[in-house]
């Protein structure tokens, strides 16, 4: 799938030096601090922003130029005062405007800017902030979030706040003193004394998300005492890739994700395809999924499409251009394409230029997503107490009513219920936590909405909420705290030939939970991916064992799929399924 993703990786190494820098050492800002973890609650929106300092040789482009000139007299090739490693991609996420939640505002909207257009969207956050309190480390997220706020605001209306103490690595204080004096930044260090914190000292897997909440409490207090309004925090994923691959070792590591994330065109939305895609258009994205396709692979490769599909039409523009009819038919058997709506004129273009092209056009059914969980739901399962990426989910986005606003993710929940067991990807026909489709012209092999339209991701909203609640608890929570999905497994083959007449018997015997919680069966007809279209009466249907007669009027060759499907007792619910096809003789 393509996905536009910034990260960034902290890779410190400065020299020991003592600068003259104005020092305040604070204490007890814990006990005099008015706000307390889960009451007033602030408010804390997403914003991305770059900071890039790859090597001369990794320029690919001018807006990247421009960020790197601005980052220069901190990041110098060859100089131990910093080390940035293996960086082409960089960005920032900002925490801001710490404010007791509401919903009066939206988030902006990253998917079609450019890092120039990032930069310049954080300068504008800031600007509009007009003081704050930048939680620094001397890292680089830390580092270039203060020196945006310093050139935005003026060093008088931003203070930063590093903690001491015998938890903080050795040195780390005076290289960030150095840093900080460079940029012209007023410090001020704060003994944050997170040994006082039994949370912390607990040292189990969630001792970072309670350390920074420690330290968000005292900075609040300071923020208060010292007249700003709003405090700020530079966060990656780097911060929390660790504790989740304590629940599933297959979470991918921050530099597993860049090296599967490409640049793509900006600026396309709503633009016919004539005017971006052809000769000299290009993008690094586009180039990459050619080398994608070109791979001695036969697999099929699912593109989700929800920000434009330009790049993903270039590609395809230039192996038509480029190669032999036989080539362009054998990389496009390939090719599987989910598109949330049409937001460039490259989709229409796919449409109509490829009718063997297997394209789900998703117009009207994404919209099952939204709102499928309300804001109290999203403030006490994602945004309070869920770390950072938790901390910055919207409240609301693009019109929608407050509450769960992902009408993109069913590109990707597509192939989440299928790995779940649920549904096959080949067949958009059968229902999916990303919607149901119906093919109208035989002749293409192109899906659009089921008459149900949203329903058809709606009637899921209860099983992938339940997931998204229990993969934000594993950013924060120990293995033994958090629940994990049952494993469900079939007592017999999946596939099964019976004649007409038959009792089927069902088994679900091996299927277990990993926390050792009790379990719920429900075996069902799955009538809509079966060919038989009369209805099947399963007996014991809510027991691990169940049976039922294949009815006389079900003719040879006649298929019956029955979904067994798992939920665990734990805390948020989990779902798992297996699915049961029976063929008539």
Not at 31 to 56: H, Y
Not at 446 to 458: A, E, N
Request: charged share 25%; hydrophobic share 35%.
């Amino acid at each position: 799938m393509i996905f536009l993703t910034i990260i960034l990786q902290n890779k410190a190494n400065f020299r020991k030096s003592q600068m003259d820098v104005k020092l305040n050492i604070s204490r007890d800002y814990e006990k005099k601090s008015k706000w307390t973890l889960g009451e007033n609650k602030p408010n804390q929106t997403q914003f991305q922003s770059p900071a890039n300092a790859p090597k001369q040789q990794e320029e690919k482009n001018r807006s990247r130029r421009l960020l790197i000139d601005r980052m220069k007299s901190l990041y110098k090739r060859g100089d131990d005062q910093y080390h940035i490693q293996h960086i082409s991609r960089c960005s920032s996420t900002v925490e801001h405007s710490f404010r007791k939640a509401g919903v009066e505002g939206s988030n902006p909207s990253i998917g079609f800017m450019n890092l120039q257009d990032k930069y310049n969207s954080l300068l504008q956050i800031l600007k509009e902030l007009g003081g704050v309190v930048v939680a620094y480390s001397g890292g680089v997220d830390s580092t270039f979030l203060l020196k945006a706020a310093v050139d935005t605001l003026g060093a008088e209306n931003v203070l930063a706040c590093i903690s001491v103490g015998p938890v903080e690595p050795e040195g780390q204080f005076e290289r960030a003193l150095k840093v900080a004096k460079s940029i012209g930044a007023n410090l001020k260090a704060i003994e944050a004394d997170e040994l006082s914190d039994p949370n912390f000292t607990a040292n189990k897997a969630d001792r970072c998300f309670h350390c920074k909440s420690h330290l968000c409490r005292i900075l609040l207090h300071i923020a208060e005492e010292q007249g700003f309004k709003h405090v700020v925090f530079g966060t990656n994923y780097d911060d929390l890739d660790e504790n989740l691959r304590r629940h599933d070792a297959r979470y991918p590591t921050a530099d597993q994700l860049r090296s599967v994330t490409w640049q793509g065109r900006s600026g396309t939305w709503g633009k016919p395809a004539n005017s971006i895609i052809g000769v000299g258009k290009d993008s690094e994205a586009s180039e990459s999924i050619i080398a994608l396709l070109d791979e001695p692979d036969s697999r099929p490769i699912y593109f989700g499409v929800w920000g434009g599909s330009c790049d993903l039409a270039q590609a395809l523009w230039k192996i038509k251009e480029t190669r032999s009819v036989s080539e362009v038919e054998q990389l496009l058997a390939k090719v599987r394409v989910y598109l949330i709506t049409l937001q460039d004129g490259t989709g229409q273009w796919l449409l109509d230029t490829f009718p063997k092209l297997f394209v789900i056009s998703s117009r009207n059914t994404y919209k099952g997503m939204f709102g499928s969980a309300d804001l109290t739901w999203v403030n006490t399962n994602i945004r309070n107490d869920h770390g950072i990426l938790g901390a910055v989910y919207p409240t609301i986005a693009m019109g929608t009513k407050p509450g769960v606003k992902e009408g993109d993710s069913p590109s990707f929940l597509y192939l989440v219920s299928a790995v779940r067991g649920l549904n096959d990807p080949e067949q958009p026909n059968q229902p999916s936590w990303g919607g149901q489709f119906v093919r109208v012209d035989p002749a293409r092999n192109h899906w659009t909405d089921h008459p149900s339209g949203g329903k058809t991701v709606r009637r899921w909203s209860e099983y992938f909420d339940n997931d998204f609640a229990a993969r934000m608890d594993w950013c924060v929570k120990s293995y033994e705290e958090a629940n994990h999905p049952p494993v469900v497994v079939l007592g017999h083959e999946a596939d099964l030939k019976v004649r007409s007449g038959a009792m089927v018997k069902l088994s679900a015997q091996g299927t277990s939970d990993p926390d050792g919680d009790e379990l719920e069966y429900r075996w069902w007809q799955y009538r809509e991916a079966g060919s038989y279209d009369g209805t099947i009466e399963i007996r014991d249907a809510g027991k691990q064992d169940a049976s039922f007669t294949v009815p006389g009027d079900a003719g040879k060759g006649k298929t019956v799929h029955i979904i067994c499907e798992v939920t665990d007792t734990g805390t948020p619910q989990l779902t798992r399924y297996q699915r049961v096809v029976v063929e008539i003789e």
